[in-house]
Nanobody, 124 residues
Framework: VQLQASGGGLVQAGASLRLSCVAS????????IAWFRQAPGKEREFVSA????????FYADSVKGRFTISKGNAKNTVYLQMNSLKYEDTAVYFC??????????????????WGQGTLVTVSS
C-alpha cells in the first residue's frame, strides 16, 4: 500500500488550501483514511478522518468548521479542504490508512500505512 499526499504550500492566514491523498496498492472500501499533522517540536496530532464505506467523517475540535474531508471522484482519493487557515495550522500533514473503531479514530497507532507528508506553512 502506498499513500501519496500533496497540496501543501505557503499561504497567508485566512487563506485556503486543499490537500490530496491518493492511496494505491489495496482495496480500501473497509478502511478509514485520516489526516494527521505534526508541527515543529510537537507531537503528531489527529486532524480528520473519513470512513471509506458510508462516508462518516471525524474532526479534531481545532479544525471543526474550517476543514472538510471528502472522498474524491478519482478512485481512492481523499481531500482535505482547509479554509480560514491560521498560523497554528502550520505543520507537515500526513495521510494514513487503517481500520480504527470509532472511539479510536484519532489514535495514530490505529493506522497501518502512512504517506510521506506535505508541508503547510501559514504566515501570520
Amino acid at each position: 500500500v502506498q499513500l501519496q499526499a500533496s497540496g501543501g504550500g505557503l499561504v497567508q492566514a485566512g487563506a485556503s488550501l486543499r490537500l490530496s491523498c491518493v492511496a494505491s496498492g489495496g482495496a480500501f472500501n473497509t478502511y478509514t483514511i485520516a489526516w494527521f499533522r505534526q508541527a515543529p517540536g510537537k507531537e503528531r496530532e489527529f486532524v480528520s478522518a473519513i470512513r471509506w464505506s458510508g462516508g462518516s467523517t471525524f474532526y479534531a475540535d481545532s479544525v471543526k468548521g474550517r476543514f472538510t474531508i471528502s472522498k474524491g471522484n478519482a478512485k481512492n482519493t481523499v481531500y482535505l479542504q482547509m479554509n480560514s487557515l491560521k498560523y497554528e495550522d502550520t505543520a507537515v500533514y500526513f495521510c494514513a490508512v487503517g481500520r480504527p473503531i470509532v472511539s479510536a479514530v484519532s489514535g495514530s497507532s490505529m493506522y497501518y500505512y502512512w504517506g510521506q507528508g506535505t508541508l503547510v506553512t501559514v504566515s501570520s
